[in-house]
């Protein structure tokens, strides 16, 4: 099992700036994809931002050049910059840990990022 722990969520004007964090404990070895996804009301959830432990990173259209990836150590924490928000990024954001195949597929409880027009 691991554990996922999100911080840094909250209430932010357009064009302001939030950093999330994730800390992960638990059987983490197997991880291999760490991410970062949102929930706005009534829509699906969407991924935001991935990286692997290869380095390789993926990003959402509508938040590429805004928003950076990054970890912290292999597999302890990883974080989400975002920069120059606006109200459409507002969303409950999860913290996601997968290994490479998604047998093993984790979600933290979940952030709220409201950005205020």
């Known amino acids: 099992q691991v554990q996922l722990v999100e911080s840094g969520g909250g209430l932010v004007q357009a064009g302001g700036s939030l950093r999330l964090s994730c800390a992960a404990s638990g059987s983490i070895s197997k991880i291999y994809v760490m991410g970062w996804y949102r929930q706005a009301p009534g829509k699906p959830r969407e991924l935001v931002a991935s990286?692997?432990?290869?380095?390789?990173?993926d990003y959402a259209g509508s938040v590429k050049g805004r928003f950076t990836i990054s970890r912290d150590g292999a597999r302890n924490t990883v974080s989400l910059q975002m920069n120059n928000l606006n109200p459409e990024d507002t969303a409950v954001y999860y913290c996601?840990?997968?290994?490479?195949?998604?047998?093993?597929?984790?979600w933290g409880q979940g952030t709220q990022v409201t950005v205020s027009s």
């Open positions: 996601n840990y997968r290994s490479r195949w998604s047998t093993y597929n984790y």
């Open positions: 990286t692997t432990l290869d380095g390789m990173t």
